[in-house]
């Protein structure tokens, strides 16, 4: 009867992720978020070298050298979009299905199943079509703490998937596990606290250690792989302009002159640097050191200008604000303190757990009382630690603060399922509220992605059109302005979104002969291999050569000049002349020595 019981779930839970897989494909398209996610697609796949590449730079090697292998049986179709896709829908498999089995009642699993299938739509809804490798880590993650939570020995193998859902995660996006591993802890923390006895704590003791272990493992795979002297000196330069551009800022030219000169850096090399052109890797001479020595420069100056106190006071107003503002979402990158409905769930589920141990007061003893309030209290202490640390970053978008929204809520809708065995039926009227509220949403991210479709489209007319040449000039290699490769600026249309790449569409993984003059990919190894097969030594010499052409935005304000005053500052006098305009955005510049 158990195992028919469980085979029901099974199906259940595979019909209830389909039909979130076939709603998504009906409203929508699947893309890449970023332009960050296209780029690594490119090294895995071989369209950036010419060879499915396993270092990878922002993922581990294992998972690396995993998604590459397929890319090498099957080199035309997109196993890395279909990769993020697949942990994201089987994410919503094992959540409904965990929660299913939880429920005795045939009206409780009814109730359950519709809570996940329109949290699913209503509130993650359009991260399962906008795939970003960020959110995708912080959702394995928080699946494997709901997995713990609801963990019954000797019943299921919740323990043993977790663990695996903890070390995918790890390997895809390291440093988004460890912004949420934190509350996983807490989760198993929780776990404990709530059986309190000896056994359960070694238990749990083992999982964190196996996990700690199987981390520090894979961690050391991964510096093995990249341990050559190239990939160690691109490594510093990874790291360097994380900590520039990332968290800190860069001063301004003038006022700081004394400070650049210092570095041997002039005007034009000052240009590369900043936000406004960005294309780094122009200059070999702009490496590890001078990054970090203006993100040290910076975060001093920022020191000085805004006290830490000042800071942690700021970062705590913006904290409750996000808390308690409850306006709905417009558009699908929404403001940094707009969260509804995230934190509507979270604090009707805070008010639920607790609420579900009080009510009626003879299902409760005071000691399980005293341990579901100090358990809660734990679990806020820590997300306000987290929340605070990365508004205190400067960097708090949805790939980010959503999984931690998501982490916590599945920890509190997992504590509340467990308590659904002990008491009557309140925890299942808070699980029809988060629903309801779930389900009131849906019309809302149906209108966001709507938008987003729309505007992705018009920004397709013009990058399809613009690879479509570079296709089409295969001779001929194009070094892509960096602000450029993100949007055509003036020449967007009204709406228009920036650049990202439709999954399963268009695919050609074949080598490409263009690459960007800056981010987070230049200087890397990867890179003086893909200039290597064009026949070029570094950027600075390549761009000279005959078949070499600069891509720019059409209406830059600033034009083309930067690159003339950057070439003489080099003791190299250059003639900048403009050869086609593709797609009323974009000018293809020949650059060539006077």
Known sequence: MKKTKNTYDFIISLLLTFIAVLFMGYIGDYFFDLNDDVL???????????????????????????ISMFYRVVRGFDWYGFFLCTCQY???????????????????????????????????????????????????SATAAFLILTHKKDADHNFGIAFWLILTAFLLRSEMLLLTFPLVCVAIFIRWMLNMNKEEFFECLKLFGIIVAALALALGIHRFAFSLPEWKEYSDIFDARTELYDFQYVPEYEANKDFYDSLGIDKSEYRLITFENYNIGLDDEIDAKVLNEVAEYANKLRSDEEPFAERLKAAFSKYIYGLHNFSRQNTYEIDSENYCPWNLIVI?????????????????????????????????????????????????????THPLYLIEILVLFAILLRRADKSRALPYKVVFAVMLISLLFVPDQKKVIDSEMQARELMRKHYD????????????FYFIDVYTSISCENDMEEGEATFSEKLFDRVNNEYANHDLMGGWGVKSPLTIKKYSRAGYSDMQSGLLAQNAYVVQSESDEDGIGWIIDYYRDKGIEVTVDREKIIADAFAIYAVREK
């Open 40 to 66: 690594m697609k490119d090294m895995l796949s071989g369209a950036y070298t010419g060879a499915p590449e396993a270092h990878n730079i922002q993922m581990l090697y294992p998972i690396s050298a995993f």
């Open 90 to 140: 089987l994410c919503v498999f094992l959540i409904s299905y965990k929660a299913l089995k939880l429920s005795r009642k045939d009206e409780h699993k009814v109730l359950t199943a519709l809570f996940v299938l329109m949290f699913s739509l209503g509130v993650i809804g359009a991260h399962f079509l906008f795939v970003q490798y960020t959110f995708t880590c912080g959702f394995l």
């Open 348 to 400: 009707l589920l805070y008010i639920g757990v607790l609420a579900s141990y009080i009510f009626p007061r003879q299902d409760s003893s005071q000691k399980e009382i005293l341990r579901i309030v100090g358990a809660l209290a734990l679990l806020f202490i820590c997300r306000t630690t987290l929340w605070i640390y990365i508004i205190m970053g400067r960097r708090a978008p949805i790939r980010i």
């Open 465 to 476: 059109a613009l690879y479509d040449y570079f296709a089409e000039n295969s001779d001929n």
